[in-house]
């Protein structure tokens, strides 16, 4: 019914121009990614509209006063929209200081473990996330990307709160709706990510996400209204230099049916994962710097709000039960989604592992060796080609990726860490839900 719906008004938009017999056949009118994203966001659109008005009208009526302090209501109003902004906070005596304090700890053994805890968990996750959008299971193709979020982020709810109930965690005051935006930015980001897969092999998909870089330049300047050194302009302007040698001579648009078309549609859904991604990393960054959370409390409010509405979207869709059909039927297909949730949860708690004992730089070059190895595995695995010219602008991204961690560490202010290298470290640990 949804789904009727939704073609009728974005037909209603175009029927002047489509004859009567092609008038209900949108797949001529607009991609099928297209149609999948606008029923996402009207879905989205029943929880964050009401949601956010609730919100305004509880602000501006000051309702809280007018209801009995202690109460569940009370308490409720509290946690989710006003924040516990007058509990004074020790987190920076308390998280920072056993960070740093954590650090100084970290050995030989501990960087083995993080090196291949984050190598297996994300390879694996790659590979299991290509296989999933691009194999059949039984002559079936798998497609809904939305539903491989919603049990990657369901998980990751499970574990990080059974997590936050075994150890103890400074106290919490963030209000509890200001992690929808990044949650719902973070839903796009993943959902664009395995959709891109239908349309582009994953080198292509690994070569445009390092291209971030300036995306997240440029959405800095806007959510935070940062300045950026002279080196973050520079090496972005390499990555985009390396990205468009890769894109030019790139062989797969020639591969596996791939057509100018469907790369054309890949590229689109790229860009609007690097946007999406971007925000998410500078909000986060934000509220880090605003009500200095524990990492594990911003995992579990953005996963909270991820769960419900990718959770809610499949249900009024009438998808979540009969996906979950699908896999019980195929059970090489359950196995693989609930192992790519599995790898997707142990590697975020891997990156927390691997800044609270070596820091934001070690951690980055982990990643940047891993997003090499990614693009060696998906060759061998799924057999994409890559020209001596795609092979020359992928090593130019990478050379960029580790001039740009070079640079950072060698001009950063002060021979000791300075005190806005916390905000960093948390800044990049709220990269953890990107996945």
């Not at 936050?164 to 664009?192: A, D, E, G, R």
């Not at 291209?211 to 302009?233: D, N």
Request: aromatic share 14%.
């Amino acid at each position: 019914m949804l789904k009727w719906v939704l073609n009728l008004a974005l037909l209603g938009l175009v029927l002047g121009d489509v004859r009567p017999e092609e008038a209900f056949d949108t797949h001529k009118l607009f991609p099928e990614w297209f149609l999948s994203l606008i029923q996402n966001l009207f879905t989205y659109s029943l929880i964050i509209i009401p949601g956010g008005l609730a919100i305004r009208w509880i602000k501006q009526t000051n309702y809280i006063e007018k209801i009995n302090p202690g109460g569940f209501l009370y308490k409720t109003i509290l946690t989710c929209v006003h924040g516990k902004q007058d509990i004074e906070d020790d987190i920076e005596k308390g998280e920072n200081g056993q960070s740093q304090q954590n650090k100084s700890k970290g050995g030989p053994q501990k960087l083995l473990i993080c090196v291949v805890g984050l190598q297996a968990s994300y390879l694996m996750w790659g590979y299991l996330q290509e296989k999933i959008m691009t194999t059949e299971y039984d002559g079936i193709k798998f497609t809904d990307s939305q539903f491989l979020v919603f049990m990657n982020r369901l998980l990751a709810l499970v574990m990080v709160f059974t997590y936050i109930n075994v150890f103890k965690q400074p106290t919490h005051k963030t209000p509890l709706y200001k992690y929808s935006y990044s949650s719902f930015s973070n839903i796009m980001s993943s959902w664009c990510q395995y959709e891109a897969l239908k349309y582009v092999s994953f080198p292509t998909q690994v070569i445009c996400k390092a291209s971030k870089t300036l995306a997240v330049i440029l959405m800095g300047k806007v959510v935070s209204r940062k300045k950026f050194p002279l080196y973050e302009y520079v090496c972005a302007g390499l990555i985009f230099i390396g990205v468009s040698v890769f894109l030019l001579w790139n062989p797969q648009e020639t591969e596996k049916n791939y057509t100018k078309e469907t790369t054309f549609s890949g590229l689109v859904i790229l860009i609007g994962y690097v946007v999406f991604d971007s925000f998410t990393s500078n909000w986060q960054g934000e509220l880090y710097s605003t009500y200095k959370m524990s990492s594990y409390q911003c995992m579990l409010g953005t996963n909270i709000f991820s769960s419900l509405f990718t959770g809610t979207s499949l249900l009024l869709e009438g998808m979540l039960f009969s996906n979950l059909f699908i896999c019980l039927q195929h059970v090489t297909l359950a196995w693989d989604v609930i192992s790519m949730s599995f790898f997707s949860m142990t590697g975020q708690f891997f990156i927390f592992y691997c800044i609270e004992n070596f820091g934001p730089v070690v951690f980055t070059i982990i990643m940047a060796c891993r997003q090499v190895l990614s693009i060696i595995v998906s060759c061998m695995m799924f057999g994409h080609p890559l020209s001596a010219q795609s092979f020359i602008g992928a090593v130019i991204v990478f050379i960029a990726l580790f001039l740009r961690i070079y640079a950072k560490q060698r001009f950063r202010p002060g021979s000791e860490q300075p005190d806005g290298a916390g905000k960093c470290e948390n800044a990049i640990k709220c990269l953890l839900n990107k996945l």
